[in-house]
Nanobody, 130 residues
Framework: QVQLVESGGGSVQTGGSLRLSCAAS????????LGWFRQAPGKEREGVAG????????AYTDSVKGRFTISQDNAKNTVYLQMDSLKPEDTAMYYC???????????????????????WGQGTQVTVSS
């Protein structure tokens, strides 16, 4: 059973940075999908960044391109979300998600879709103040 544990959330001022971590256990091998999502109060869960672990294909929602970077450390089974130049509109609960055995042909749009993921972390809060 895949388990995901996020950490690294917190409160920062506009323009600050945070790095979220997601430690994964319960799956091995390559060709997995990993994603970061966020949900603000009263809003739907939104795909922020996603990646296919084999091949390194990545996807970002337009509002975070150039500011956020998703990466992985295979040795630690950990996926990261580096968030720079944070804005108040980035305030949300952030979740990591995983799906084992993703198709190598998965699209960038699919990487950002909550429906393809099978395992979710408990979330970590990010608050950006102006």
């Amino acid at each position: 059973q895949v388990q995901l544990v996020e950490s690294g959330g917190g409160s920062v001022q506009t323009g600050g940075s945070l790095r979220l971590s997601c430690a994964a256990s319960g799956y091995t091998g390559s060709g997995n999908c990993l994603g970061w999502f966020r949900q603000a109060p009263g809003k739907e869960r939104e795909g922020v960044a996603g990646m296919l672990t084999s091949g390194g294909n990545t996807a970002y929602t337009d509002s975070v391109k150039g500011r956020f970077t998703i990466s992985q450390d295979n040795a630690k089974n950990t996926v990261y979300l580096q968030m720079d130049s944070l804005k108040p509109e980035d305030t949300a609960m952030y979740y990591c998600a995983a799906r084992a055995s993703c198709s190598r042909w998965i699209s960038r749009q699919q990487l950002l879709a909550p429906s393809i993921y099978r395992a979710w972390g408990q979330g970590t809060q990010v608050t950006v103040s102006s």
